[in-house]
């Protein structure tokens, strides 16, 4: 006798709200970085200036250093900068500037005096301006030549026993001169001015200021190569000037404004990302090397950059924030001074770097020694791997799925018009017809300024993308306008000798679709890394409205674990309001990720358009007969068990995007590898290393092939396929 047995599926939560929780989890557990304070101390040493009148600049000239300030104070070193002595004043004005070259040594006040020294022994020689005027900057271009700027668009120049004054029209305030020999010169000034000479001051062009500066005051500059200029403004922001051999452009003719990357507060690690300035007032800048800079700012503000400017270090300042600096100058790379108010002086040989405090070279041999020195950094690289996996497979998945349904949409030409009469359709395609010509006519310009020429046309997207998407979208509304306009209600195939041709079966979704993956599938991951990030910089493209919608005004009194996910603000007294996490707060990261989904949506597509493909067709028919639209049936009937049937390839590809993460590195993002790679240049243990590296994406690949097979069991539908089990 037998017993009907009856099995009833044990109730489970729907696919969609399980994924919706895995995919929180994931996300809160990205967003959690730890962090570890480290013990720095200043390499700034304070020294004795004897002295408590304000510094205002300093000098070296013949192997000692001069240090000026008000009252006409003037200092002496001979031991670069340790000790100092004070040396009797021909004057007892306020000396703002100074400068040393050519065998001599010049100071100004700022109402017109100018004192002049041609070695050591000699006396003060009284050059000053015959007339009281205001002084902003003064520059040497030889042992008795001086350029001086002033306001209103004052310069002045001394030669041969006699001054000049040039009048250029402009009536901005000029701030600052440079020159870097006794032909080329610069000068900055209010309103973003930039003139340039090349002919020793005697005529001067002006230069077109970057985007963003025109209407700044640039307070400073230093013309310090036939290769590099750096000029600073007011409000904290960097210009640069810099030479093109290849293009045959001289220095100074082109500027840019510096993008900061990061500031660094004194004594911290842990810096502000992407700040539009150094929210400092700014006194003074030193060129030190071809990208080594440093700078003396308001508030015993010191600073230094070794990139060029785009990451900057603050420094500490044994003397506190109550000092203003007002000028710094460095002997040798590593040996200076900096000068501010109230007679301070401070002298370094390490650049002002900050020291760590008890620092010491581990054996990193010991490979205890290794990890406890090196794990901060893996796990830092463990958890942003960790992020942009997971926002990857969430974005890869929606992309993925979104494409295949795209890709099986029965929806061709002949389902959208077959409903109306062969006339309406005509009508339809003249219209269409004219805008296919007219996207081609307004594409044609911009192809023909390229000079491009035979072959070189495969570089047209790149070159004109615009032209290039006008004549895509041309192509595809005049194929469609001619189409309709040949309609006779009968949808006939084309025949042209053996080859048929059924336009009527195109199917636009499918189309899109398809050059979608193409293009994804066809092209080397490494590639679109670098295109998306560097060519279309979709990190600040998505970054900057985000940073609109999700400001720090909006989210200040209503932020919550949501908003987090994309923006999170500091709301301590020290840095109120300052960006400090979620999704929009490295640009790197948002390249990264969208890189990974973007090339992940594609294969998945392809992935899930074949789960798709193997549910039988009367299922489809089914739903259709019952009532539901297409995308209702997909939703429902289709979908569900697709998902199903794709889990095990599915997975596979989401391991692949795990390991093709390290491809992140490329673009500057802190994945494991490149801390590896840092570890590495720091610690010279490969093995090490790398096997760490190696573990920890076994640990990331293993935990989600692990889960990935949990929920296949629990998702197999039952007596499809062989499992191989019960």
């Not at 701030?175 to 003139?195: E, N, P, Q, R, W």
């Not at 209407?215 to 000037?241: F, N, P, W």
């Amino acid at each position: 006798m037998f017993e009907r047995v009856t099995r009833s599926p044990r109730p489970r939560a729907p696919l969609v709200s399980r994924a919706i929780i895995i995919a929180m989890l994931m996300v809160f557990v990205a967003l959690v970085s730890p962090s570890q304070a480290r013990d720095f101390e200043s390499s700034w040493v304070v020294v004795e200036s004897g002295t408590s009148e304000d510094l205002l600049t300093a000098v070296d000239f013949e192997n000692q250093v001069w240090a000026f300030g008000t009252g006409g104070v003037m200092l002496n070193s001979s031991d670069n900068g340790i000790t100092w002595e004070s040396v009797e004043s021909p004057t007892n004005y306020d000396i703002h500037h100074s400068d040393s070259g050519f065998g001599s040594l010049v100071v100004a006040d700022d109402s017109g005096l100018f004192l002049l020294k041609q070695n050591l022994e000699s006396e003060w020689l009284d050059i000053s301006l015959p007339e009281v005027s205001q002084v902003n900057g003064i520059s040497l271009l030889g042992d008795q030549s001086v350029v001086a700027v002033g306001d209103g668009g004052a310069i002045f120049r001394y030669s041969e026993g006699v001054w000049e004054s040039f009048s250029l029209a402009i009536e901005v305030d000029l701030m600052a001169v440079s020159f870097y020999d006794d032909k080329s010169g610069v000068i900055v000034g209010s309103s973003g001015t930039i003139l340039l000479s090349d002919d020793g001051g005697l005529t001067w062009d002006y230069r077109e200021a970057p985007e963003g500066a025109g209407d700044t005051e640039i307070i400073a500059v230093e013309y310090y190569s036939i290769s590099r200029i750096y000029a600073i403004t007011g409000d904290g922001r960097i210009l640069m000037s810099a030479n093109n051999v290849a293009q045959g452009i001289e220095v100074g003719y082109i500027w840019v404004l510096i993008d900061f990357e990061r500031h660094y507060p004194p004594g911290s690690d842990e810096p502000l990302l992407d700040p539009s300035d150094l929210d400092v007032e700014l006194t003074s800048v030193q060129v030190v090397t071809t990208t080594k800079l440093m700078m003396t700012g308001a508030g015993g503000y010191l600073s230094i950059s070794t990139n060029g400017g785009s990451i900057v270090s603050q420094q500490i300042n044994p003397l506190g924030s109550d000092t203003d600096f007002n000028h710094i100058h460095m002997l040798t790379g590593f040996v200076g001074i900096a000068v501010g108010d109230d007679g301070a002086i401070l002298w370094t040989d390490n650049a002002g770097v900050d020291d760590q405090v008890g620092f010491s070279v581990p054996d990193y041999e010991n490979f205890g020694v290794f990890v406890d020195e090196t794990k901060e950094m893996f796990l830092g690289g463990f958890i942003a791997t960790v992020k942009i996996v997971a926002f990857g497979i969430i974005l890869g998945f929606f992309l993925g799925v979104t494409l295949a349904m795209c890709k099986t949409s029965p929806t061709s030409l002949k389902y959208l018009v077959e409903r109306f009469q062969p006339m309406q359709v005509k009508a339809a395609g003249v219209p269409i017809l004219f805008a296919g010509l007219y996207m081609f006519n307004t594409a044609m310009p911009g192809t023909r300024g390229l000079g491009l020429q035979g072959i070189e046309y495969i570089f047209l997207p790149v070159g004109a993308p615009e032209s290039f998407a006008r004549i895509l979208l041309g192509i595809a509304l005049t194929f469609v306008g001619l189409l309709f306009l040949s309609n006779n209600g009968k949808f006939s195939k084309i025949k042209i000798r053996s080859f048929t041709l059924n336009p009527w079966r195109v199917r636009p979704l499918n189309t899109i679709a398809t050059v979608y993956t193409d293009f994804f599938r066809n092209t080397p991951l490494i590639v679109q890394f670098l295109f998306l990030h560097f060519g279309l910089e979709l990190g600040s493209m998505i970054k900057t409205p985000g940073l609109e919608y999700f400001s720090f005004e909006r989210l200040e009194q209503e932020h919550n674990f949501i908003t987090d996910i994309f923006a999170t603000y500091d709301h301590s007294e020290d840095n109120y309001g300052t960006l400090i996490g979620g999704l929009f707060y490295d640009t790197a990261f948002i390249s990264a990720f969208c890189a990974l989904g973007f090339n992940s949506g594609a294969y998945q597509c392809e992935t899930i358009r074949g789960a798709i493909q193997a549910i039988p067709s009367a299922q489809m028919e089914a739903g259709r007969s019952i009532g539901l639209t297409y995308l209702q049936t997909m939703r429902r009937i289709i979908m569900p068990q697709a998902i199903r049937i794709c889990i095990p390839p599915m997975g596979n590809e989401m391991v692949n995007l795990v390991l093709n993460s390290s491809l992140a590195m490329i673009i500057g993002y802190s994945e494991i590898t490149r801390q590896g790679k840092l570890i590495v240049a720091t610690t010279f243990q490969y093995a090490y290393a790398w096997g760490m590296v190696l573990i920890s994406y076994f640990v990331v690949t293993w935990t989600l092939a692990v889960f990935l097979r949990w929920m296949e069991e629990k998702t197999r539908i039952p007596g499809l396929g062989i499992s191989g089990g019960d």
